[in-house]
């Protein structure tokens, strides 16, 4: 059996995921509120509309009051959560946690990366902002952490095919 830290039990491979909650704590994209730039445009979302669902996360996730778990498409098998535009912060998801950046596991090693998806509506990927580099660090641990996970690590460089594929439509339409 595994612990957290504060002592609970942690069942299966779950412990990933709130291992990499536990990393972020509640470091964010910049050391203010960045939600004053947009007024949290990312948590604006409709009843169709959801953060994808890493591995074993649904685990976690479907215990959380007000949180609806969907079946969606483009997340490699995954599920998605849809929220109602307003969360107790420790229970949001790990895309949530992330956003807009998404790590990265190469054969050299572990990186960040701008998600391209955001890149329509969070001010972050467009705006001149300071992002705070302890979020950034923390990310990267998380790949890390989740490059000792074959699931995981599939999951993300799953992903990481995707949002390559989507810059370079991206960059044709240019
Ligand atoms: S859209 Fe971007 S800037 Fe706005 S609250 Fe979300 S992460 Fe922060
Ligand atoms: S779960 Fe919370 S942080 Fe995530 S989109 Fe919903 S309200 Fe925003």
Same mark, same amino acid.
């Given at each position: 059996?595994?612990?957290?830290?504060?002592?609970?039990?942690?069942?299966?491979?779950?412990?990933?995921?709130?291992?990499?909650? /536990?990393?972020?704590?509640?470091?964010?994209?910049?050391?203010?509120?960045?939600?004053?730039?947009?007024?949290?445009?990312?948590?604006?979302?409709?009843?169709?509309?959801?953060?994808?669902?890493?591995?074993?996360?649904?685990?976690?996730?479907?215990? *959380?009051?007000?949180?609806?778990?969907?079946?969606?498409?483009?997340?490699?098998?995954?599920?998605? *959560? *849809?929220?109602?535009?307003?969360?107790?912060?420790?229970?949001?998801?790990?895309?949530?946690?992330?956003?807009?950046?998404?790590?990265?596991?190469?054969?050299?090693?572990?990186? *960040?990366?701008?998600?391209?998806?955001?890149? /329509?509506?969070?001010?972050?990927?467009?705006?001149?902002?300071?992002?705070?580099?302890?979020?950034?660090?923390?990310?990267?641990?998380?790949?890390?952490?989740?490059?000792?996970?074959?699931?995981?690590?599939?999951?993300?460089?799953?992903?990481?095919?995707?949002?390559?594929?989507?810059?370079?439509?991206?960059?044709?339409?240019?």
């Amino acid at each position: 059996m595994i612990y957290n830290v504060s002592g609970d039990k942690m069942n299966g491979k779950s412990y990933f995921i709130k291992r990499a909650y /536990g990393l972020l704590g509640r470091t964010t994209p910049l050391v203010s509120d960045c939600g004053r730039l947009c007024g949290g445009r990312c948590c604006k979302g409709d009843s169709e509309t959801g953060m994808f669902l890493f591995p074993y996360e649904e685990e976690i996730i479907k215990n *959380v009051e007000n949180f609806k778990i969907l079946d969606c498409e483009g997340n490699f098998g995954y599920k998605m *959560v *849809v929220c109602n535009d307003t969360c107790d912060r420790k229970t949001r998801p790990l895309a949530c946690r992330i956003y807009p950046y998404f790590p990265v596991i190469t054969e050299n090693g572990f990186d *960040v990366r701008a998600d391209i998806r955001g890149i /329509g509506s969070c001010p972050l990927l467009y705006e001149n902002v300071k992002i705070n580099y302890a979020f950034i660090r923390q990310i990267r641990k998380i790949a890390r952490l989740f490059s000792s996970d074959e699931e995981l690590k599939n999951y993300i460089n799953d992903i990481n095919a995707m949002l390559d594929e989507i810059e370079e439509f991206a960059e044709r339409m240019i």
